[in-house]
């Protein structure tokens, strides 16, 4: 285990510490603030009715938060890049460390690509002319650059990707309930839409748990913040912050959001055809809200794929570190960026953005389809390291005091964690079965993720006969964040 430690020095060494606590807070946010809300919102709502998003969305909310505070307080104690896959090797089982790192990497790769096709969809609304590969290229050039600049560049240009979201959403909610109480001039429209044709709950419980799928996708991002504790300045402080601040505020533009829209448009009306954030921007009058939208999903887009270029190749990063990849993918420039795990994670996302151009899309479907269950396993791996985690230091008598950051409601927290995941794994593909028919290809689409993710974990098990790491035999370190500053100079 020597070995590994050094490993892990050697990790911080060599990343440097550069991204500040208001980094943190908007990579955290900005992940989760999407398409998600300022386009799928629409149809959830039409799907289970205001009420019945409100439920889902709460419910995905609670597993959300003890996630993030079970990855808190591992990247407090470990702040390392990578952390999951890291977390993973040490506390459970190497196999599922190897597994869990090369699930998020290919995860991450593949949405980056995706970004790349929904932007060149998008800048066809003002140059519906020219060739949608030429701006998936300029795109994927941009992402590249910021990522190869530093840490830091990559953490200011998501800052600001964010905050145009941030800001939008903020405005939307003002001028939501200004036009619910009657303010912005005419009359209130009040909450009267609440209850119209069966509102608020609508579908009953099966329509509640399709949109608990749906809402699930929708806080894909959070545990961005585990992936670059090992580049916070101060993770003892800015991690334990940006948590507690991040989530809270996620809740509020997702739960008003959809007590907004739900007030303003009756759930019979809301869709996917026109974002609702359009719709409520005209009907107070902003004009071109339309071109105004496009421009802040652009944005999200954009900044989706920036952090999906972060990711996957700090989770390379950490791997080749901990020997689970090419050694060379472990290499950093004179900025501390791995800029060989950059650069595989840039030729497998555009040789993907090309195939769902030019292949009718449809190896690039099923591309996306496999990718698509990696975030929920990547959010299965953090509650179970968590729980493993508590149980060997307790086992080992540690110091709880050491612990800076303590999750709430252990042993609890992650169990909940645990079970809500396991729903939205298992349950991807119910809306593929009914009575008399089953749609064979998209239920084996829901699930192709699942089998790839166990065939990894089983070969590598097979392999290098490991097993599961006893209560006991669990090693824990600390580097002090004094000791962290001079590493880096």
Same mark, same amino acid.
């Given at each position: 285990?020597?070995?590994?430690?050094?490993?892990?020095?050697?990790? *911080? +060494?060599?990343?440097?510490?550069?991204?500040?606590?208001?980094?943190?807070?908007?990579?955290?946010?900005?992940?989760?603030?999407?398409?998600?809300? &300022?386009?799928?919102?629409?149809?959830?709502?039409?799907?289970?009715?205001?009420?019945?998003?409100?439920?889902?969305?709460?419910?995905?909310?609670?597993?959300?938060?003890?996630?993030?505070?079970?990855?808190?307080?591992?990247?407090?104690?470990?702040?390392?890049?990578?952390?999951?896959?890291?977390?993973?090797?040490?506390?459970?089982?190497?196999?599922?460390?190897?597994?869990?790192?090369?699930?998020?990497?290919? *995860?991450?790769?593949?949405?980056?690509?995706?970004?790349?096709?929904?932007?060149?969809?998008?800048?066809?609304?003002?140059?519906?002319?020219?060739?949608?590969?030429?701006?998936?290229?300029?795109?994927?050039?941009?992402?590249?650059?910021?990522?190869?600049?530093?840490?830091?560049?990559?953490?200011?240009?998501?800052?600001?990707?964010? %905050?145009?979201?941030?800001?939008?959403?903020?405005?939307?909610?003002?001028?939501?309930?200004?036009?619910?109480?009657?303010?912005?001039?005419? *009359?209130?429209? %009040?909450?009267?839409?609440?209850?119209?044709?069966?509102?608020?709950?609508?579908?009953?419980?099966?329509?509640?748990?399709?949109?608990?799928?749906?809402?699930?996708?929708?806080?894909?991002?959070?545990?961005?913040?585990?992936?670059?504790?090992?580049?916070?300045?101060?993770?003892?402080?800015?991690?334990?912050?940006?948590?507690?601040?991040?989530?809270?505020?996620?809740?509020?533009?997702?739960?008003?959001?959809?007590?907004?829209?739900?007030?303003?448009?009756?759930?019979?009306?809301?869709?996917?055809?026109?974002?609702?954030?359009?719709?409520?921007?005209?009907?107070?009058?902003?004009?071109?809200?339309?071109?105004?939208?496009?421009?802040?999903?652009?944005?999200?887009?954009?900044?989706?794929?920036?952090?999906?270029?972060?990711?996957?190749?700090?989770?390379?990063?950490?791997?080749?570190?901990?020997?689970?990849?090419?050694?060379?993918?472990?290499?950093?420039?004179?900025?501390?960026?791995?800029? *060989?795990?950059?650069?595989?994670?840039?030729?497998?996302?555009?040789?993907?953005?090309?195939?769902?151009?030019?292949?009718?899309?449809?190896?690039?479907?099923?591309?996306?389809?496999?990718?698509?269950?990696?975030?929920?396993?990547?959010?299965?791996?953090?509650?179970?390291?968590? &729980?493993?985690?508590?149980?060997?230091?307790?086992? +080992?008598?540690?110091?709880?005091?050491?612990?800076?950051?303590?999750?709430?409601?252990?042993? =609890?927290?992650?169990?909940?964690?645990?079970?809500?995941?396991?729903?939205?794994?298992?349950?991807?593909?119910?809306?593929?079965?009914?009575?008399?028919?089953?749609?064979?290809?998209?239920? =084996?689409?829901?699930?192709?993720?699942?089998?790839?993710?166990?065939?990894?974990?089983?070969?590598?098990?097979?392999?290098?006969?490991?097993?599961?790491?006893?209560?006991?035999?669990?090693?824990?370190?600390?580097?002090?964040?004094?000791?962290?500053?001079?590493?880096?100079?």
């Amino acid at each position: 285990m020597s070995n590994s430690n050094s490993q892990i020095e050697g990790n *911080n +060494q060599e990343l440097k510490r550069s991204l500040k606590a208001r980094h943190l807070n908007m990579i955290a946010l900005g992940g989760s603030i999407g398409t998600g809300i &300022f386009v799928a919102l629409g149809a959830t709502i039409n799907q289970a009715g205001p009420g019945g998003a409100l439920v889902a969305y709460g419910c995905i909310a609670v597993m959300v938060y003890f996630l993030i505070t079970s990855l808190g307080e591992m990247a407090t104690f470990m702040p390392v890049s990578g952390s999951f896959s890291v977390y993973a090797t040490k506390f459970v089982d190497p196999a599922l460390g190897f597994a869990l790192g090369w699930n998020y990497w290919y *995860n991450w790769a593949i949405t980056v690509a995706a970004e790349l096709v929904a932007g060149s969809l998008l800048m066809k609304f003002w140059f519906p002319n020219v060739p949608a590969v030429l701006w998936s290229a300029i795109f994927l050039v941009i992402i590249v650059a910021l990522n190869i600049l530093s840490a830091k560049s990559y953490g200011e240009s998501e800052f600001w990707f964010a %905050g145009i979201k941030v800001v939008t959403v903020i405005i939307f909610l003002v001028i939501g309930v200004a036009t619910i109480l009657g303010i912005l001039g005419g *009359n209130a429209v %009040g909450f009267k839409n609440f209850t119209v044709d069966g509102a608020p709950f609508v579908g009953g419980f099966k329509s509640i748990f399709m949109i608990f799928l749906i809402a699930g996708f929708s806080f894909q991002g959070t545990e961005l913040i585990g992936v670059a504790a090992g580049e916070s300045e101060n993770p003892e402080k800015t991690i334990p912050k940006a948590i507690n601040s991040v989530f809270w505020r996620i809740l509020i533009f997702y739960i008003g959001t959809i007590f907004v829209v739900g007030a303003i448009i009756p759930y019979t009306q809301a869709g996917v055809d026109t974002s609702p954030f359009t719709l409520i921007f005209e009907k107070a009058g902003i004009a071109a809200a339309a071109s105004l939208m496009n421009a802040v999903i652009l944005t999200s887009v954009l900044s989706c794929g920036n952090s999906g270029m972060y990711a996957s190749s700090r989770m390379l990063f950490a791997m080749a570190k901990e020997g689970m990849a090419p050694k060379w993918l472990g290499k950093v420039n004179s900025k501390g960026v791995p800029i *060989n795990a950059v650069l595989l994670t840039t030729l497998v996302a555009a040789a993907c953005f090309l195939t769902g151009i030019y292949a009718e899309s449809t190896v690039y479907v099923w591309l996306v389809a496999a990718s698509g269950l990696a975030g929920f396993v990547a959010w299965l791996g953090i509650a179970l390291c968590h &729980f493993r985690f508590r149980r060997a230091y307790v086992a +080992q008598k540690q110091d709880m005091s050491k612990l800076k950051y303590k999750a709430k409601l252990f042993p =609890i927290g992650p169990i909940i964690a645990l079970a809500l995941c396991s729903i939205v794994v298992l349950g991807q593909g119910v809306s593929y079965i009914e009575a008399e028919n089953i749609d064979w290809g998209g239920l =084996i689409s829901s699930y192709i993720g699942l089998p790839l993710f166990l065939g990894i974990w089983i070969v590598y098990k097979l392999k290098y006969k490991t097993k599961v790491v006893k209560l006991e035999d669990v090693e824990f370190y600390n580097v002090e964040p004094q000791e962290l500053e001079e590493s880096v100079g």
